[in-house]
């Protein structure tokens, strides 16, 4: 007869003063148990363990963000958590954060790598916290392993910490994290390619798909493939008329962080953003109001309704106050590019790698939805070129956020020369054993559920379709003009650097 064997090691520092013995908990079957007997078995009772010393930590969380509204934590009440909420509450639980300070982010110091919408998944979200920690908590375990185990025993599936090291008092997630990876798996019959094609033809669209993703490596203005209003200096806080100067208010952490991670970093799905709302009358009287451009509904997708008249293309040809490109605005691209194909659950898809500095409100979305358009030739392939120029304000089409994922980040000291990193951070992205963590939690749960939007006669793909074929044309004469003002900036730029060059070697 078999016997199952079940071997459960406990750590000193989760066992609470008087100290005990401690006795290998063995579990005896006397038949093969099934898988649901085995989850059974492993379901132990929650541990937390005896706080001893408060310690800044970094934590590395991932996450499928299905079941939602997004990682930045929201104290309003709502039938959907966000994961911030549901980790500060399991960090409480396992003893991490005292009961003074629980409910209030601020005084732990709570900062995050990046941000992500509703929707959006993610392997590598970094997190630094000052936790309350146990006695010898990284004894024989430099990966920070064990912690890890015990925040998320009062986690959901879902919802996943793979390591917690110590961190120094210095770092900064959001302004060291240097490069984001993101994923996004696109079903492959959306650009062309099904089930009765050679491999040959397979192989052609992805190339053909590949040189249209290319064109956004580099470093350019994406003023057209965000909500342009969130990256531009805000105008000063009107003055006070006893002293002339700004009143003092202390901000809460939320609004601090806001305002810096929506202006410096990775802000890919802000899910305080909502782009349905109306713009104040300062940017509509350009005539190229932004909510038709930024325009989505609750689930990212273009709005239908929008009028045969208006304007989809057009030409900056004087500086517009209210409508300004600035510094915010520009971001660099390292990698923009698809592999081969892959199957999941039996549905065809292909991976989009795009890997930048950061990104700016539904960039990556809208780099996808404009590079599917071009590929299903709803609009000509030098837009591109046109909607990457600063002096252009073109409408393009926003790809769904159901399957984005944040893959991966790297980290260095920025105000240090060289590309140093700090030890914890280069463990958080290159230790072995966390990285098995990764993939065996993008392996088992994050990709199943996330192959349940690979269908592409289902939601959101079907209605996504439809309304991207019926609504993202662009009329000949608004192209043509943009062009040719396009070609006419790039004669008088050449033009000034040539006379520049000139100057300068007399």
């Known amino acids: 007869m078999a016997i199952f064997c079940l071997r459960v090691p406990l750590s000193p520092w989760l066992i609470k003063s008087p100290p005990l013995k401690l006795i290998p908990l063995r579990i005896l079957c006397t038949a ?48 959907l958590s966000t994961i911030e909420n549901e980790l500060e509450a399991a960090i409480f639980k396992a003893g991490g954060i005292r009961d003074s300070n629980y409910g209030d ?42 912690l890890a185990k015990c925040v998320n025993s009062y986690l959901p599936d879902n919802i996943k910490v793979f390591s917690i090291l110590p961190s120094q008092k210095s770092f900064d997630p959001r302004r060291e994290c240097n490069l984001r990876k993101y994923s996004y798996l696109l079903p492959a019959e959306i650009i062309g390619i099904n089930s009765h094609f050679t491999e040959a033809e397979n192989n052609c669209h992805i190339s053909d798909f590949n040189s249209i993703l290319n064109c956004f490596e580099g470093e350019h203005p994406f003023h057209n493939y965000t909500q342009r ?71 990212g997708n273009s709005l239908k309704d929008q009028s045969s008249n208006a304007v989809r293309a057009r030409w900056l040809y004087e500086p517009d106050k209210t409508d300004r490109i600035s510094a915010s605005h520009f971001r660099k691209i390292f990698c923009c590019s698809c592999g081969r194909l892959e199957n999941s659950m039996g549905f065809v898809y292909i991976e989009i790698s795009i890997w930048g500095e950061s990104f700016m409100l539904h960039q990556i979305r809208k780099m996808v939805g404009t590079a599917v358009a071009v590929k299903r030739k709803l609009i000509p392939r030098d837009i591109l070129t046109l909607s990457l120029s600063k002096f252009s304000r073109i409408v393009l089409p926003l790809a769904p956020s159901e399957v984005l994922i944040l893959r991966g980040n790297t980290f260095i000291l920025r105000k240090m020369p060289g590309n140093i990193t700090r030890p914890e951070m280069l463990t958080m992205v290159e230790s072995e054993e966390i990285l098995k963590a990764v993939d065996k939690f993008y392996t088992s749960v994050m990709l199943p559920q996330v192959s349940k939007f690979f269908d592409p006669s289902k939601s959101p793909w079907k209605e996504w379709v439809e309304n991207l074929d019926a609504n993202t044309s662009i009329p000949d004469a608004e192209l043509d003009e943009v062009r040719n003002a396009w070609k006419l900036w790039k004669e008088k730029l050449q033009i000034n650097r040539t006379i520049s060059a000139s100057a300068m070697g007399q």
Not at 38 to 55: G, N, S, V, Y
Request: glycine fraction near 4%; aromatic fraction near 4%; hydrophobic fraction near 25%.
């Open 32 to 79: 093969q148990p099934s898988l649901d007997d085995k989850e059974q078995l492993l379901h132990l009772p929650a541990r937390k363990w005896e706080p001893f010393r408060k310690k800044k930590v970094v934590m590395r969380v991932g996450y499928v963000g299905t079941d939602y509204r997004g990682l930045q934590l929201q104290r309003d009440e709502h039938e």
């Open 105 to 146: 982010l601020h005084k732990i110091a709570w900062a995050r790598s990046s941000r992500t919408d509703k929707g959006v998944h993610s392997l590598a979200t970094m997190i630094s916290l000052k936790m309350e920690i146990p006695e010898d908590a990284w004894k024989e375990d430099p990966n920070g392993i064990a």
């Open 229 to 299: 209003s969130k990256y531009r200096s805000q105008i000063p806080p009107r003055q006070t008329a006893r002293n002339g100067r700004m009143p003092i208010r202390a901000k809460s952490h939320d609004e601090s962080s806001t305002s810096d991670e929506i202006e410096e970093s990775d802000v890919e799905e802000d899910s305080r953003i909502d782009e349905t709302t109306t713009v104040n009358n300062e940017e509509t009287s350009s005539g190229f109001g932004e909510p038709l451009v930024d325009s989505c509904d609750s689930q």
